[in-house]
C-alpha cells in the first residue's frame, strides 16, 4: 500500500520535475539533452547484459573511478554502463572514461519508466553508489532477477531517522534482493535499525579511500603551477553561493601580508560560472578566467576555474587547499582528493556529507576547520609561511588514506559472488 500510494505521489511530482528541468534548459542548455531517459526511453543498446553503476553526480562518480576501471579490466565481455542523475555527473563520466563506457540519466521512479529503461539496458547487476534508494526500481530489478549492491553505502542519523518514518517502503525496497557494503560499523547499525537483515549487511569501508589519481593530473598540476612562478598560491575548491564572499573577504586578508599571494577559485556548478564572473567584476577583483587561457600575471589576485575537471590538476598547483561547501551549510566536498595530491587542507564547519572522514582528519590534524574570514585568512596566511606543519598535516593525511584502503577489493570480491549466484 505504502508503495502504491509513493507511485501516486510520483505522478502528479514527475510532470512538474519534468517541466522544471525543461525550462532550466533554457538557463543551462545541458538540462535539455535527452530528456526522454528522465522517462526511460534511452536509445542505448548493447550486444551483451551490461554492468550497470548509478552514481548520483560527480562527487559520487569520482568515488565510482576505480571501481569502474576495475570492472571493465576484470569482466571484459560485460559492457559498462554508468548513470547519473546531473548533466555535470554525466560530464564528469565522460572526462574520466571518454567512449569506454556508456552514460545514461536514470529515470524517475515511474514503474513505467523503470520497466522501459531495464528493458532497453537490461544489466547483469546494479550497483548503486552509497545511498540511492528507489522502491519501484528495486522492485523491478527484483521482478527481473537483478541483484542489487548499494556500494560504498552510508546514511546518516538525520536520514535514519526520516527513513524510519516511511520504514515499510525502504525496507521493502531493501528486501529485493539488495545487499549493502557500508562504509562503517555504524553506517550499518542503522541500515539495521529500518530493519535490513544481517545476512544483506557488510563493512566494506569507503571506496573514496581506494581513489586513483591519473598520472596525468599531477603532470598537469606541474605545468600549472610553472605559469605561476614563485607566487604562493592557495585554492578554494568546489565553491559554492554566499561562500565565494567569505573566501574573497579571507584572500584580502591573506594579500594585505602577501601582497603576491594567488587564490584559484573553483565554483562548485558550472551555471554559477557567469554569476561568479559578474560578482568578481562588482568587487573590482583583477581576475583571469581560466576558460579565455589568459596570461596570470603579477597582477592577477584570483585565477577563476571557469571549465570543468580542472580542479584536481589545480589541487596539485596549489600550495594550500580549502574544500568547500563547508563555509555554507551544504555538507562539504572530498577531502580526499586534495589529501591524495599532499596539500594540506581546511574545511569550514558544515561537514555533514562525510563526517566520519571529517572528523578523522580533524582530530587527527591532518585538516584544519574554520568558521570565518579572518579565521580562514590566517590559517592560508599560516599554512603559507609554515611549511613544518604543512608537511605534517600531509604525513597525517597520507596515514589516514593509507589505513583506510581496501573496500575496492571487499566490493569486487562481493560483485564477484553477486555475479556467480
Known amino acids: 500500500m505504502l508503495r502504491l500510494l509513493y507511485s501516486a505521489l510520483l505522478y502528479v511530482v514527475a510532470p512538474l520535475a519534468f517541466v522544471a528541468t525543461a525550462l532550466r534548459g533554457l538557463r543551462d542548455p545541458s538540462y535539455r539533452d535527452r530528456l526522454a531517459e528522465r522517462l526511460g526511453f534511452t536509445q542505448l543498446q548493447f550486444t551483451a547484459r551490461p554492468i550497470w553503476i548509478h552514481a548520483v553526480s560527480v562527487g559520487e562518480v569520482q568515488a565510482a573511478a576505480a571501481l569502474v576501471r576495475a570492472l571493465a579490466s576484470r569482466y571484459p565481455q560485460h559492457p559498462i554502463l ?5 548533466p555535470t555527473g554525466g560530464q564528469r563520466v565522460r572526462a574520466l572514461f571518454g567512449d569506454s563506457v556508456r552514460h545514461a540519466y536514470l529515470p524517475y521512479d515511474l514503474p513505467g519508466a523503470v520497466r522501459r529503461f531495464l528493458s532497453r ?17 528495486y522492485r523491478a530489478c527484483f521482478a527481473r532477477r537483478i541483484p542489487i549492491l548499494l556500494a560504498s ?20 525496497a531493501l528486501a529485493c534482493d539488495v545487499t549493502i557494503a557500508a562504509q562503517t560499523a555504524p553506517d550499518a547499525e542503522r541500515f539495521r535499525a529500518l530493519g535490513i537483515a544481517s545476512t544483506s549487511l557488510q563493512v566494506t569501508g569507503n571506496l573514496k579511500f581506494d581513489l586513483e589519481i591519473p598520472e596525468d593530473v599531477r603532470r598537469v598540476g606541474s605545468h600549472i603551477r610553472a605559469e605561476f612562478a614563485h607566487r604562493p598560491v592557495w585554492i578554494a575548491g568546489s565553491t559554492h553561493e554566499g561562500e565565494e564572499d567569505i573566501v574573497l573577504d579571507a584572500h584580502e586578508r591573506v594579500r594585505a601580508a602577501r601582497s603576491d599571494a594567488l587564490l584559484v577559485l573553483v565554483p562548485r556548478h558550472p551555471n554559477r560560472f557567469d554569476a561568479v564572473k559578474s560578482w568578481l567584476r562588482s568587487r573590482n577583483v583583477r581576475f583571469v578566467s581560466r576558460s579565455t587561457r589568459g596570461a596570470v ?13 580542472e580542479l584536481l590538476s589545480f589541487y596539485a598547483a596549489a600550495n594550500v587547499a580549502f574544500v568547500g561547501g563547508s563555509l555554507v551549510p551544504i555538507g562539504g566536498h572530498n577531502l580526499l582528493e586534495p589529501a591524495a595530491l599532499h596539500r594540506p587542507i581546511i574545511v569550514g564547519p558544515h561537514n555533514f556529507n562525510a563526517p566520519d572522514i571529517a572528523q578523522n582528519f580533524l582530530e587527527s590534524g591532518a585538516a584544519v576547520r574554520v568558521e570565518s574570514a579572518t579565521e580562514l585568512g590566517s590559517a592560508v596566511l599560516d599554512l603559507l609561511t609554515n611549511a613544518a606543519r604543512r608537511d605534517q598535516m600531509i604525513a597525517r593525511a597520507h596515514e589516514i588514506l593509507q589505513n583506510n584502503r581496501g573496500a575496492l577489493a571487499r566490493l569486487l570480491a562481493l560483485i564477484e559472488r553477486l555475479l556467480r549466484r
Open 153 to 172: 553505502a552510508r546514511i546518516s542519523d538525520r536520514s535514519a531517522q526520516r527513513h524510519l518514518q516511511f520504514a515499510g517502503l525502504f525496507r521493502d
Open 121 to 137: 539496458t537490461n544489466p547483469v547487476i546494479a550497483i548503486v553508489m552509497e545511498r540511492e534508494i528507489w522502491p519501484n526500481l
Open 297 to 309: 600575471t603579477a597582477d592577477t589576485s584570483v585565477l577563476l576555474v571557469d571549465t570543468l575537471g
Open 82 to 86: 554508468v548513470t547519473t542523475a546531473t
